[in-house]
């Protein structure tokens, strides 16, 4: 029995999940058409390679990775490309995105893909086969993966496998462990192997007791460096640095990276898609994805990205009384800004909305400072004044209340009376911090190339002057020759007011070099 220890706050939201957990996993047909956005991963939006009317294979790389931070983009299945624009996608942004459009033709063809043995394949080897696979994390923030399983630079003793799946109505991890557990396990050791941890945790949250139990089937042929840990069903649980400190007890200061306490977490959706790049170099093609909520039936499907989500819904029948859609869940999900975006490698729930299912909150009323918001920050904030510095444009006392400790959780807004939609406006003061520091970086990087500009004038002043000096200087001894000595006296009279005329220049260029911000 391993001791678990406890992170600040939680909340214990109603589920919701068994309705989504009560058949298994189905297969999406292969929908009409598929749009896949170039930009499903954190860091550089992927280039595209292919063009209008190009007939692509399933699997085939249609976006390259752009620079280090980046993912690659590939066909979800076979087709031909009949557009390449600007289309809507699930973003909080709410503006479109570049995207492929993939009409598929129905064959399914793959690429020729082959795997390796990863324990006779170097570590740069198996990095690099993530990254053309375009492997990203499945648990929500969609980090390449061939990054985070680099440990050149950090020593990670622990891997820890999130299956904590603590958001209410998304299940597609745990019917991922119910259904694929040995392919989790595997993945998880190619991930030990790749990072030299010593120990892999699996933390599950004790409301899924099926997806235990496969997991601790599966993991016993692993030996004592794989152990599965039930933890409390709290909410966010499942937040990595709060499972973290569940497991081991390590606590995360702001702005401290895990890594640099010697810990690295995946979601088990992840290791899984890790498995299947090394073990049959097959890219990241599909997800789980929970559809809940305002349906008839929901169920988890495994959805090809780019899958239009009004395709994936209508296999649940959608009720006539939905009102809107959510990708995610309802503490931390984001509305859809409409229903033919396409899944994407983030995709892990749609969530159908309704009146019923989602009253609409009474109206905000004044914080009355009772501080029930504290209380349950698991990021241990003092929320009620983050909101307070938000709301009054204080960013940098906001940000020196730690405000991008938040992990905009909700959980905070969701005990809080007087109904104040606090996430938004940590989003909103969040937000405006990036855009001025991204603005203040634009007027410095302005500012740096003026100055260089003016000392590049000034410095090519000064030496056109010692160039015409020299020339002169040179030219002197035969004019001076040719003339009378008064006319020599009067010469040499004109050359050093000259010299002097040039030293004052030439000082007051020095001057002006040394001070460019002047
Ligand atoms: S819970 Fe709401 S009302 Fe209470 S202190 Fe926090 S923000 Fe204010
Ligand atoms: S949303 Fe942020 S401030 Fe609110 S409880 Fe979560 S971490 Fe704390």
């Known amino acids: 029995m391993s001791k678990l220890y406890h992170f600040h706050g939680g909340i214990h939201p109603p589920s919701n999940k068994t309705q989504s957990t009560q058949r298994p996993i189905a297969c999406a047909p292969l929908p009409s058409k598929l749009v896949i956005p170039f930009h499903q991963h954190v860091g550089n939006r992927a280039k595209p390679i292919v063009q209008i009317g190009d007939h692509v294979l399933k699997g085939q790389k249609i976006g390259q990775s752009e620079g280090q931070l980046s993912s690659a983009v590939h066909a979800s299945t076979s087709g031909t490309v009949t557009a390449i624009d600007m289309q809507l996608v699930a973003h909080h942004s709410g503006l479109p995105d570049l995207c492929v459009t993939l009409i598929p033709d129905g064959k399914d063809e793959w690429i020729t893909h082959n795997g390796v043995d990863y324990q006779q394949t170097s570590h740069s080897e198996l990095r690099h086969l993530l990254r053309k696979a375009g492997v990203v994390g499945l648990g929500g923030a969609v980090f390449p993966s061939d990054l985070k399983t680099d440990a050149r630079h950090q020593k990670i003793t622990t891997l820890i496998l999130n299956g904590a799946e603590c958001e209410p109505y998304i299940s597609c991890d745990d019917m991922l462990m119910r259904e694929r557990a040995l392919e989790i396990i595997r993945g998880a050791e190619i991930m030990r192997f790749m990072l030299d941890a010593a120990e892999?945790?699996?933390g599950i949250e004790d409301n899924k007791p099926e997806a235990i139990r496969a997991m601790q089937l599966a993991a016993a042929s692993s030996g004592d460096k794989m152990k599965v840990i039930v933890v409390p069903t709290i909410y966010?649980?499942?937040?990595?640095?709060?499972l973290m400190r569940v497991l081991t007890g390590i606590e995360v200061a702001a702005g401290v990276r895990s890594t640099e306490k010697g810990v690295q977490c995946?979601?088990?959706?992840?290791?899984?898609?890790i498995y299947r790049a090394i073990q049959f170099g097959e890219p990241l093609l599909s997800r789980i994805v929970t559809v809940a909520g305002n349906v008839r039936q929901a169920q988890n499907f495994e959805a090809l990205i780019?899958?239009?989500?009004?395709?994936?819904v209508a296999l649940c029948e959608a009720l006539a009384d939905t009102n809107g859609y959510i990708m995610g869940g309802p503490m931390m999900g984001m509305p859809l800004p409409g229903v033919h975006v396409p899944v994407v490698k983030a995709t892990n729930c749609i969530i159908a909305s309704s009146k019923k299912l989602f009253p609409p909150p009474p109206p905000a009323m004044p914080c009355i400072r009772c501080t029930r918001c504290v209380d349950?920050?698991?990021?241990?904030l003092q929320p009620q004044d983050l909101f307070w510095f938000a709301q009054s444009k204080?960013?940098?006392r906001a940000q020196e209340f730690n405000l991008f400790d938040c992990i905009e959780c909700g959980a905070c807004s969701y005990v809080c009376p007087s109904h104040i939609p606090l996430v938004q406006f940590y989003r909103f003061a969040k937000s405006e911090i990036r855009v001025r520091e991204h603005d203040k970086q634009l007027a410095d990087q302005a500012r740096e190339r003026h100055e260089y500009r003016e000392h590049r004038i000034e410095r090519e002043k000064l030496e056109r002057a010692e160039r015409l000096a020299a020339k002169e200087k040179s030219a002197q001894p035969a004019v001076i020759e040719s003339l009378t000595p008064q006319q020599q006296v009067e010469l040499a009279t004109l050359e050093a007011s000259r010299a002097h005329i040039r030293e004052l220049a030439k000082s007051e260029v020095e001057h002006t070099v040394e001070s460019p911000g002047n």
């Open 200 to 202: 892999v945790l699996i």
């Open 236 to 242: 966010p649980g499942g937040g990595a640095k709060q």
């Open 266 to 273: 995946f979601n088990v959706a992840t290791a899984l898609t």
């Open 306 to 312: 780019g899958t239009p989500i009004d395709e994936l």
């Open 376 to 380: 349950v920050c698991p990021a241990e």
């Open 394 to 396: 204080e960013f940098g």
